[in-house]
């Protein structure tokens, strides 16, 4: 049995409010608290069955509604916020490091992140302690689009990765192009997770690279990568990746 519950978690100072995820599991009398895009060791992460109660002090039940999506980046180390209800009309609040997104302009983006409006704490007088309930809305991180993904042959990254409702990540398609110089086993075992298996890695003067081909897995130490390159030959399927360094593991 589990027992869930969304808790408030507001960056006010950042503008930032987060979902918490809460868990109860009675079978084996564990809780776990954990926080979407935030550094575990600089957030709670308990397991003691009565800090559900400490929960319940300041969890807000709220129908989370995605209102639309926007260019974003990710910002880390972010010095973050929680408020809890104390008495009356009064929270306290506590610090914590986590991951934020923030909305940005197309050309600055790496992402697309969905636009979440929820009801959440925020203090109206943090001297005094004064808190009420609004609506924010913040940019949401998480994404199941997010990663490393196999373009289909003659597609772009910027095409493979728009496909998903993402953006290409040019510097970290740079950064694997270049492991594949230095490091064949780490270079093919990326393309190994999105189902692209190679014999082996080859180097090549081509501006699709990195990619995929008739079983060979392909990087350049004369050429460097870009999201729009796409290659007309149907044997060539190009590595994107799309989203943050973060979604992209080397």
């Known amino acids: 049995l589990e027992l869930r519950a969304a808790a408030n978690i507001v960056c006010t100072r950042l503008k930032l409010a987060i979902k918490v995820t809460s868990t109860f599991d009675k079978s084996t009398e564990a809780y776990v608290a954990w926080v979407g895009n935030v550094d575990p060791d600089g957030c709670s992460r308990r397991e003691e069955p009565e800090m559900l109660k400490e929960l319940a002090l300041f969890v807000i039940f709220a129908k989370v509604a995605v209102a639309q999506t926007c260019p974003c980046v990710q910002q880390a180390g972010a010095s973050c916020e929680v408020l809890e209800i104390d008495r009356g009309d009064r929270c306290t609040s506590s610090f914590f490091s986590c991951d934020r997104c ?19 704490l925020v203090f109206i007088d943090s001297d005094k302690g004064f808190c009420t309930t609004e609506t924010v809305s913040f940019a949401d991180c998480t994404s199941e689009n997010s990663g490393w993904v196999s373009a289909s042959a003659r597609m772009s990254c910027t095409q493979a990765c728009n496909s998903r409702r993402g953006s290409c990540n040019e510097a970290r398609l740079q950064a694997l192009n270049e492991l594949g110089a230095v490091d064949s086993s780490a270079f093919l075992e990326v393309f190994s997770a999105v189902n692209l298996p190679c014999r082996g890695a080859r180097n090549r003067d081509d501006t699709i690279v990195p990619y995929h081909s008739s079983g060979l897995c392909y990087y350049s130490t004369s050429q460097s990568s870009t999201c729009d390159a796409s290659d007309s030959n149907i044997s060539k399927q190009r590595i994107c990746c799309c989203g943050f360094d973060s979604d992209c593991p080397l």
């Open 102 to 120: 923030v909305c940005v302009t197309e050309d600055e983006a790496l992402a697309t992140c969905d636009v979440v409006t929820k009801e959440a």
